[in-house]
């Protein structure tokens, strides 16, 4: 496969926004089925006191966060938070520990109990637990976990600005010791943190490179939180948010592109242009890791309306969205 360049992924960036779109769409249903969207459910297993300094989270240790902090919770309060997101309609539950790294013993064995509880509901099995080593991918995926979420937040020169405790060749690390397993990957990143387009080029490019791409790919926007070093931080614009998904569904026509963190701070205009875009996943549920997430009604409603707006197919309709931005795109990306 030849690698894709930052110059390629920056041309992506400035084209129009509605000839981005179209781009994008175009891709999206050579590799997909129309209309599909994955509903993945989010529950914390272990929230807060967290070794690692990552700027944006209010799980780490470092920042004076007002978070109910939680020690790993029971594998029962994991099977009916499971049980419920089925019920709700859920095709994928994710359980999130704000861990440095996974721990031998019985934090291991806790998790794979989680997962093998998970499994039998016959729902995906996703988790994210910090650094995992070779080992610890082949017993999670002997318990039948799907994938593995760690993201690599920005880019490579980005990074060091917002987190000084882990490396991003470490974080690289983890993410081949669950491929070598065969767990899925799933890995992306946060825009709205002070990085540059340049930078967003950057962590997609490093995404786009991984051999193979990873299966799903979350976007999220910076929430900032009160506490944290980037609580200042602006909240992104709806058609940062666009462009990024967009390109990314360019780049990564076989991924899923997740809608993820700061879906909250979008109209369901921007959402329904991020699905038309190539978005076919988002996160599901009231509440993500440690923020609020959107109305579980409304995404339904959301997900109805773009079904019928895909098939219809029309160009029009979707102008008609594209309406609310009127600027091309060159006057929001700045290197
Ligand atoms: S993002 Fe994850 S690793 Fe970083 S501080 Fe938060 S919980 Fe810890």
């Not at 779109?21 to 297993?45: M, P, T, W, Y």
């Not at 996703?126 to 017993?139: M, N, P």
């Not at 974080?171 to 967003?200: F, H, K, P, Y």
Request: charged share 25%.
């Amino acid at each position: 496969m030849n690698k894709i360049t930052s110059e390629q992924i920056k041309n992506l960036f400035t084209l129009p926004l509605n000839e981005l779109i179209f781009k994008a769409r175009e891709i999206h249903k050579k590799n997909f089925e129309d209309g599909d969207v994955q509903l993945a459910s989010l529950i914390s297993i272990k929230t807060g006191s967290c070794p690692e300094d990552c700027k944006y989270c209010p799980q780490s240790a470092h920042y004076n966060v007002n978070l109910k902090k939680e020690n790993l919770i029971d594998v029962s309060e994991v099977k009916e938070a499971a049980k419920l997101a089925k019920k709700n309609g859920a095709n994928r539950f994710c359980m999130g520990a704000a861990w440095k790294k996974l721990r031998d013993g019985k934090d291991i064995d806790a998790v794979i109990e989680m997962i093998k509880e998970v499994k039998s509901l016959d729902l995906e099995a996703c988790v994210t637990l910090g650094s995992i080593t070779k080992d610890q991918a082949e017993r999670l995926k002997d318990a039948g976990l799907d994938a593995y979420n760690h993201n690599i937040d920005t880019s490579p020169d980005y990074y060091k600005k917002i987190i000084t405790t882990r490396t991003f060749d470490e974080r690289l690390e983890t993410i081949q010791n669950a491929r070598q397993a065969g767990i899925s990957v799933c890995s992306g990143g946060i825009i709205g943190m002070g990085e540059s387009w340049n930078d967003r080029a950057e962590m997609l490019r490093v995404l786009a490179n991984l051999e193979p791409q990873p299966e799903s790919v979350p976007i999220n926007a910076l929430v900032p939180v009160e506490g944290t070093p980037l609580q200042n931080q602006k909240i992104v614009e709806p058609e940062e948010m666009i462009i990024m998904i967009a390109t990314a569904r360019i780049i990564m026509p076989k991924s899923r592109i997740r809608l993820s963190a700061g879906r909250k701070y979008l109209s369901s205009e921007t959402q329904m242009l991020c699905l038309l875009s190539g978005a076919n996943s988002i996160f599901y549920g009231d509440s993500l890791l440690t923020t609020k997430n959107n109305d579980m009604q409304r995404d339904k409603e959301l997900i109805k309306q773009f079904k019928q707006i895909n098939k219809s197919n029309s160009k029009e309709l979707i102008n008609k969205y594209l309406i609310i931005f009127t600027d091309k795109i060159a006057s929001t990306v700045n290197y």
